[in-house]
């Protein structure tokens, strides 16, 4: 037994976790309010172990955001722009698959893509660009749209959410991305996301998507006026829709960025606060395959630590990010595969690269001297596109 676990007041819990027993809300809530990080961890990190051995993944994929106007102004988002603002934008298909082409140079598998609800796009443009990006390289996987993105596009095709998704799949769409599930609480969605789309709402979209045949990621906004009750009650309805569905591949927790955001938040996330958060999303949600420490949010030297907390894996290379640094984020922009791997080796486990669906594409056992010459020249490849583009 681990040594944080003996005389820990969370040896019950422990004995469940061992004895593949579910824990309860309650348990849940015990966990969160605990001050023994170093016990919440070790139960973390027996059941990332239990999930998926000795190995962290990573994905070689780009953010691209192909617009930051919105009909909404939800309270945390730095990110939408109105159409008078100065520093609005909005990228044309040609100027999308422009951004893949060169993403594509450095072995990218996935293109992860959301905007703002645009006031004037047509439905046509979303399902051209995927055929277009498609068109590009048939192997790339199209990883788009978030649930309110979805509920805008319905309403622009004039098509139920089924019949959207649908048409979206035949275009190209390979998954859903996780974002804007913020909060579920009623009560604190409507403080911090007025207008945006309920909970019922947003795990419907998922629902529809997954009886599709779609598989998705999912989020937790954490860190601003939620109580700790209120993320217990968010990582239930994740979790009672996985026993439904089993369409979600992984969980992303996603700190809270308070620093150009309307929202007053008097203790934004700490590193603890985001280690404890990590930890018991791993144990709660035991009917997730993956959680993913989001280094964006987190910083990668965090990331790195949150993978004995019970994380797997620590996301992507991204290249270009704008909500989170919108927000105030102030990681790097982007990281190289060699970046990936040598975080994740630091750590002691052994680096995967996967795909879109956390499948792997490529285990690095050992790191040969082949391998060190590979990712300096992708590095340089990654380098040389970023500084013409």
Same mark, same amino acid.
């Given at each position: 037994?681990?040594?944080?676990?003996?005389?820990?007041?969370?040896?019950?819990?422990?004995?469940?976790?061992?004895?593949?027993?579910?824990?309860?809300?309650?348990?849940?809530?015990?966990?969160?309010?605990?001050?023994?990080?170093?016990?919440?961890?070790? @139960?973390?990190?027996?059941?990332?172990?239990?999930?998926?051995? +000795?190995?962290?993944?990573?994905?070689? +994929?780009?953010?691209?955001?192909?617009?930051?106007?919105?009909? &909404?102004?939800?309270?945390?988002?730095?990110?939408?722009?109105?159409?008078?603002?100065?520093?609005?934008?909005?990228?044309?298909?040609?100027?999308?698959?422009?951004?893949?082409?060169?993403?594509?140079?450095?072995g990218i598998t996935e293109l992860h893509i959301v905007g703002g609800l645009h006031?004037?796009?047509?439905?046509?443009?979303?399902?051209?660009?995927?055929?277009?990006?498609?068109?590009?390289?048939?192997?790339?996987?199209?990883?788009?749209?978030?649930?309110?993105? /979805? &509920?805008? &596009?319905?309403w622009l095709a004039k098509k139920s959410v089924v019949e959207t998704l649908t048409?979206?799949?035949?275009?190209?769409?390979?998954?859903?991305?996780?974002?804007?599930?913020?909060i579920f609480r009623k009560e604190v969605r409507s403080r911090i996301a007025k207008?945006?789309?309920?909970?019922?709402?947003?795990?419907?979209?998922?629902?529809?998507?997954?009886?599709?045949?779609?598989?998705?990621?999912?989020?937790?906004?954490?860190?601003?006026?939620?109580?700790?009750?209120?993320?217990?009650?968010?990582?239930?309805?994740?979790?009672?829709?996985?026993?439904?569905?089993?369409?979600? #591949?992984?969980? @992303?927790?996603?700190?809270?960025?308070?620093?150009?955001?309307?929202?007053?938040?008097?203790?934004?996330?700490?590193?603890?606060?985001?280690?404890?958060?990590?930890?018991?999303?791993?144990?709660?949600?035991? +009917?997730?395959?993956?959680?993913?420490?989001?280094?964006?949010?987190?910083?990668?030297?965090?990331?790195?630590?949150?993978?004995?907390?019970?994380?797997?894996? @620590?996301?992507? #290379?991204? @290249?270009?990010?704008?909500?989170?640094?919108?927000?105030?984020?102030?990681?790097?922009?982007?990281?190289?595969?060699?970046?990936?791997?040598?975080?994740?080796?630091?750590?002691?486990?052994?680096?995967?690269?996967?795909?879109?669906?956390?499948?792997?594409?490529? /285990?690095?056992?050992?790191?040969?001297?082949?391998?060190?010459?590979?990712? #300096?020249?992708?590095?340089?490849?990654?380098?040389?596109?970023?500084?013409?583009?």
């Amino acid at each position: 037994m681990n040594f944080f676990i003996q005389r820990s007041e969370l040896r019950d819990i422990y004995d469940k976790v061992v004895a593949n027993e579910r824990i309860s809300e309650a348990d849940a809530l015990r966990l969160f309010e605990t001050k023994d990080l170093n016990a919440l961890g070790a @139960i973390a990190d027996f059941m990332r172990q239990r999930k998926v051995g +000795n190995r962290a993944s990573y994905i070689v +994929n780009r953010y691209i955001n192909y617009s930051n106007y919105c009909i &909404l102004s939800c309270e945390f988002c730095s990110f939408s722009r109105k159409k008078r603002d100065a520093d609005g934008f909005q990228f044309s298909i040609e100027e999308i698959v422009a951004k893949a082409r060169e993403a594509s140079k450095i072995g990218i598998t996935e293109l992860h893509i959301v905007g703002g609800l645009h006031p004037s796009l047509p439905f046509r443009f979303y399902t051209d660009m995927l055929k277009a990006l498609k068109a590009l390289d048939a192997r790339l996987q199209l990883k788009c749209f978030t649930a309110i993105e /979805i &509920l805008h &596009l319905a309403w622009l095709a004039k098509k139920s959410v089924v019949e959207t998704l649908t048409e979206l799949k035949a275009a190209g769409l390979d998954s859903l991305t996780g974002g804007g599930a913020e909060i579920f609480r009623k009560e604190v969605r409507s403080r911090i996301a007025k207008g945006k789309e309920s909970a019922e709402e947003y795990l419907d979209v998922h629902r529809q998507w997954h009886k599709l045949g779609g598989r998705s990621t999912c989020t937790m906004l954490y860190g601003h006026v939620e109580t700790l009750a209120d993320r217990v009650d968010h990582l239930r309805q994740l979790r009672a829709l996985q026993d439904e569905t089993h369409g979600f #591949t992984a969980m @992303i927790p996603l700190a809270y960025q308070p620093e150009d955001n309307d929202i007053p938040v008097e203790h934004p996330p700490t590193g603890f606060d985001s280690l404890r958060t990590i930890a018991v999303s791993r144990i709660y949600l035991d +009917n997730f395959p993956h959680i993913t420490a989001y280094w964006i949010g987190l910083g990668m030297k965090l990331a790195q630590v949150a993978l004995s907390y019970g994380a797997d894996d @620590i996301h992507g #290379t991204i @290249i270009e990010e704008h909500i989170f640094h919108m927000a105030g984020a102030t990681s790097p922009q982007l990281q190289t595969e060699a970046d990936m791997i040598k975080a994740i080796r630091e750590t002691g486990l052994t680096p995967v690269q996967r795909n879109t669906f956390y499948e792997p594409i490529k /285990i690095l056992e050992s790191a040969p001297a082949a391998e060190a010459v590979e990712n #300096t020249e992708h590095s340089k490849v990654l380098e040389d596109n970023l500084a013409t583009a």
